[in-house]
């Protein structure tokens, strides 16, 4: 259901590097929420990083959505850099996965699979 890769490199420019080749690949940053910033403002004592991207493709989307337009609650895909007792891990829930789990419509599977592989890519690209 998961597809969480190990990076070497500084959980910053991993995140860096994640931006760079979503837009490589065709899709789009819509926004990043630092997760770890944000519920450290809100007075919770959290010692991890984690930045969620929201990528999307929109040609992909309005295929998804012309398909099942209840998926709007599922979209757009998230992307994790995130820190886990001290390693950067970049990774995502499977788009094949979670849209087989909320629809059955037999066209989402094409759909989803093009995405994960491209999702997929990024990720490794970031590593």
């Not at 994790?80 to 989402?108: D, W, Y």
């Amino acid at each position: 259901m998961y597809y969480i890769t190990e990076t070497t490199k500084p959980f910053d420019q991993a995140a860096a590097d994640l931006e760079a080749t979503v837009k490589q690949h065709g899709f789009g940053v819509l926004h990043v929420h630092d997760l770890g910033s944000t519920l450290r403002s809100k007075g919770i004592a959290f010692d991890q990083n984690c930045k969620i991207f929201e990528v999307c493709n929109p040609v992909q989307a309005g295929k998804v959505l012309a398909t099942d337009m209840r998926l709007n609650m599922a979209l757009p895909c998230r992307i994790s850099v995130f820190t886990e007792n001290g390693t950067t891990k970049i990774g995502t829930i499977r788009p094949s996965h979670m849209l087989a789990m909320l629809s059955q419509e037999a066209a989402l599977t094409h759909i989803s699979s093009e995405v994960e592989a491209k999702i997929i890519q990024m990720i490794d690209s970031a590593k």
